[in-house]
Structure formats: structure tokens, C-alpha cells
């Protein structure tokens, strides 16, 4: 957990290219379990869960972080929690599953092209972080 903090708090946020650019390039291969035109889901190389996926918009439109969302993503925004549910059904995870998005460096966003964890397949616990 450390690191992940650590991480987070080394990156400047900014628009640049990101990881995930180059995932959706193909640049970087990743394990795939959903896409269509608008959204790519994966595999997490460092889960937190027996199931960790990320959901991501294939075009970032300036929505690096959920605190830079504008009336204009509502569409997007929207389906990427309706896609992380249908990933959830796919992966089984019927008892449950956490959906995390975290924002800035005290949330602990290490990557800044907005993102949604889908993390199950385990009992989560309360308060988180």
C-alpha cells in the first residue's frame, strides 16, 4: 500500500500521455475482458482483489480525474459504471464487488486518464483506505 501511495504522490498530474494511452494503442499488451468503441476494461497488473479490472474511456477528452469532469462527460461517466457492472457479471462476482475511483494525490491516483477499479471475489472491509 505504501508504494501505491508513494506512486501517487511522485506523479504531476497533466493531460500527457499516459500508460493507458498506450494499452489502447496496443502498444502494451494487457489481458482484455471487455471493449467496445467507447470503453476498454483489463486486467489490473497489481490487484488488490482475486478480481481487479479497470475501466477506461478510449479517448481521454481532458477527463484525466473524476474532479476534472464537465457536463460533457455525463455520457461517458455513466458508461463507465454501467460497463463495470456487465464486467462484474462476466468475471461471476454475484455477492458483491467494489467500484473505487480515486482523484488527485490524496486520493492516490497514480495515472491520470480517468479510471474505475472493479475490484471483488473477496470480503472488503469498512472504512476503506
Given at each position: ?33 471487455y ?15 482475486p ?28 458508461r ?48 476503506p483506505?
Amino acid at each position: 500500500m505504501a508504494s501505491e501511495k508513494e506512486a501517487a504522490l511522485a506523479v504531476t498530474p497533466s493531460d500527457s500521455p499516459t500508460i493507458f494511452d498506450k494499452i489502447i494503442s496496443r502498444e502494451i499488451p494487457h489481458h482484455v475482458v471487455y471493449e467496445d468503441d467507447k470503453v476498454l476494461a483489463f486486467r489490473d497488473i497489481r490487484p488488490q482483489g482475486p478480481i481487479h479490472i479497470l475501466v477506461i474511456p478510449k479517448v481521454k477528452d481532458g477527463l484525466t480525474g473524476l474532479s476534472k469532469a464537465e457536463e460533457r462527460h455525463i455520457d461517458i461517466l455513466g458508461r463507465l459504471l454501467y460497463i463495470a457492472k456487465l464486467v462484474a457479471k462476466q468475471e461471476g462476482l454475484d455477492d458483491g464487488f467494489r467500484i473505487v475511483v480515486n482523484d488527485g494525490p490524496q486520493g492516490c491516483q497514480a495515472v491520470y486518464h480517468i479510471h474505475v477499479h472493479v475490484i471483488g471475489g473477496r470480503q472488503m472491509n469498512w472504512p476503506p483506505g
